[in-house]
């Protein structure tokens, strides 16, 4: 979703903006804008479209100042055009400002305003921000003496009217040392350089120049002068002592290092991947599990009268994996609840419940709101994310990072793997605590989830087959996904990928159930991917099967090398090594990330950034 990126020191802040934007473009957006300060006036140019619209509309038009803001939008209130870009102006255009985030009060903040003679030009919340800002500052210039940090105390005063979320930075007319940046619900992380600040989204914009970064807390206000230290302050204006990192992560894990697109990079990272996500974390000599974030909450998980898994999109698809492995293996009742409904759904929560929020960038709106709610109601709250320091890592009591490194391609592949390995572990650790899985069974499995890496890879080298498949089918209008038992959520996220990225309608099914209803779909041009591991409810599945050859549909299956039967069923057939089923999500998903990606490029879609989607869904 929206993404911000700003600049104070003596560089040029034009390239350093627009570079900035274009590694946010995976945030998903529709329109860009940049403001700069110029002769000590601000300059802003704004356009629809990507940030190389933008690039072309500015053409030679003058971008020389050392300070400036730079966003794209990811339309919420209001279409995407031009007006509605930011940066957005105070009246006397003495302010300018840019944000992410929805401010749910706007519509009462706008009519005061109005009244006090403020004119409106765009249907945007975010202008009524900055025009409440500049009528807060009136008012204290008014009544004070000397003009010292009136804005920093404008904004202050001015965000404690708002209701909502927001990240946002802020430029003031003809002052080129600082800028102004604050935080609630939305992400917003500063780079400190040498005398220059940076402020961005997220890191990807800031790693090429500085590695001390600050993630602001909600509710902190940080004024950003480039001959001093960081100053923040909270909304209450308590001055705090903000927390300087250090980043871990590298520019090359930000680019798309030789591949055409983020997403393939992504796909062909996961046996990396999958080895960061398992190191450090299975004594190699005893294969015991230790989860660092997790051992001190084990009593109380084991203790649990049930564990909730809240999240969103792909995050919720690995969530269903983990209720099935989490059950199958540990014997704990658990329940998979999409965070947008969970939130509102006034949920019995009790202290003996443990809930769990998956998410790969940890900003996402809903996932953090269902989990501020069940920390309200008490109950243990752990996260399962991929992004470093991001919001949901800080509002978990624990929980365990799943590092996949920093993915940009809008659907999600190696996050979806490596979370699964992640609750795999969970699964088994809490088996092993609770001895619901005999020790040889257990050391077969770990033997198992460790050869993954080198599976995924093997399964990597189909890749041109599954081109050759892809071929026959990217005119296709509809598509079908069928998997049972841990495969069916794997069906699910295989239809995802492919109606993400591709535009085709799909949908996944549990293999049995479609005969309640998407049999009807069926006919000679339809294309029906089924998942069929030879250790899973095989037999089931070859029944399934039949009914929908019996019908004439096209049928890509997905099966276990070897494999005879459903081979003299199927259309087309792809192979995946052999292996437990309890580890087979991980590998049967690959050929289905690979299936959306080749389909998308030939139906000329953009892979990266999908229309409409965005990678980090920060609004509700
Ligand atoms: C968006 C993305 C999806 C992602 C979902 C949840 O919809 O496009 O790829 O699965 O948000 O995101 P999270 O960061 O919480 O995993």
Not at 133 to 147: A, C, G, H, P, T
Request: proline content about 3%; charged content about 25%; aromatic content about 6%.
């Amino acid at each position: 979703m929206c993404g911000i990126v700003a600049y104070v020191g003596s560089r040029r802040a034009y390239p350093i903006l627009i570079k900035g934007l274009q590694r946010l473009e995976y945030r998903g957006y529709d329109s860009a804008g940049i403001g700069l300060i110029e002769n000590n006036k601000i300059v802003t140019y704004k356009k629809d479209g990507k940030v190389n619209d933008l690039i072309s509309f500015i053409g030679d038009s003058s971008t020389d100042g050392t300070i400036g803001i730079g966003h794209t939008r990811w339309a919420t209130h209001g279409p995407p055009n031009q007006i509605n870009s930011h940066p957005h102006s105070s009246s006397n255009g003495k302010f300018s400002l840019i944000h992410n985030g929805i401010i749910e009060n706007y519509l009462t903040l706008k009519i005061a305003l109005e009244k006090k003679g403020h004119v409106f030009i765009s249907d945007t919340d975010s202008e009524v921000l900055i025009h409440l800002i500049e009528d807060v500052y009136n008012s204290l210039e008014k009544k004070s003496s000397s003009n010292n940090d009136l804005l920093y105390q404008a904004i202050i005063i001015a965000l404690n009217e708002v209701i909502g979320a927001y990240a946002i930075v802020i430029l003031e007319q003809g002052n080129t040392q600082e800028i102004f940046a604050a935080r609630k619900g939305s992400p917003l992380v500063i780079g400190i350089g040498n005398e220059e600040y940076f402020v961005a989204s997220d890191a990807s914009p800031i790693i090429e120049f500085t590695n001390k970064v600050i993630y602001l807390n909600d509710g902190e206000v940080a004024k950003l002068n480039k001959n001093e230290d960081v100053i923040v302050k909270t909304i209450e204006n308590k001055i705090k002592s903000p927390y300087v990192q250090e980043l871990e992560q590298t520019l090359e894990s930000i680019e798309k290092g030789g591949y055409d697109h983020f997403m393939l990079k992504e796909i062909f990272e996961q046996p990396k991947s999958i080895i960061d996500t398992l190191r450090g974390r299975i004594n190699p000599k005893t294969n015991d599990i230790i989860l660092g974030g997790i051992i001190d909450h084990e009593s109380r998980i084991l203790s649990a009268d049930r564990i909730i898994i809240i999240a969103c999109g792909t995050s919720w698809h690995s969530g269903l994996i983990g209720e099935y492995l989490i059950e199958d293996l540990a014997r704990i009742n658990v329940e998979v609840e999409y965070a947008s409904e969970f939130r509102y759904k006034n949920p019995i929560l009790t202290k003996k419940d443990v809930v769990i929020a998956i998410s790969q960038s940890g900003e996402t709106a809903d996932t953090l709101a269902a989990l501020e709610l069940a920390k309200e109601k008490g109950a243990l709250t752990l996260g399962i994310c991929n992004v470093v320091g991001s919001s949901i890592t800080r509002t978990t009591s624990g929980g365990t990072y799943t590092h996949a490194g920093p993915e940009i391609g809008v659907a999600s592949t190696k996050a979806f793997t490596t979370q699964v390995t992640v609750l795999t572990l969970i699964a088994l650790r809490l088996s092993q605590l609770k001895s619901t899985v005999e020790r040889n069974n257990y050391d077969f499995l770990i033997k198992e989830l460790r050869l993954v890496p080198q599976k995924i890879e093997k399964l990597l080298l189909q890749n041109d087959m599954i081109k050759e498949i892809a071929l026959k089918f990217y005119k296709a209008t509809n598509f079908l996904y069928l998997g049972r038992g841990v495969n069916f959520p794997v069906a699910l996220e295989g239809a995802l990928k492919l109606k993400e990225i591709s535009y085709i309608h799909a949908e996944g099914y549990p293999a049995a159930e479609m005969k309640h209803g998407p049999i009807a779909l069926i006919d000679d041009e339809m294309p029906i991917v089924v998942i069929a591991n030879r250790k899973d409810n095989y037999e089931k599945v070859v029944s399934n099967i039949q009914e929908v050859k019996a019908r004439g549909g096209k049928l890509i299956a997905i099966v276990t090398e070897g494999d005879q039967e459903v081979k003299s069923l199927a259309d087309y057939c792809i192979e995946i090594p052999k292996c437990f089923r309890e580890i087979s999500p991980l590998l049967t998903i690959i050929p289905l990330q690979l299936l959306s990606y080749h389909i998308a490029l030939l139906r000329e879609c953009n892979v990266d950034q999908p229309r409409n989607l965005a990678k980090s869904v920060t609004v509700e």
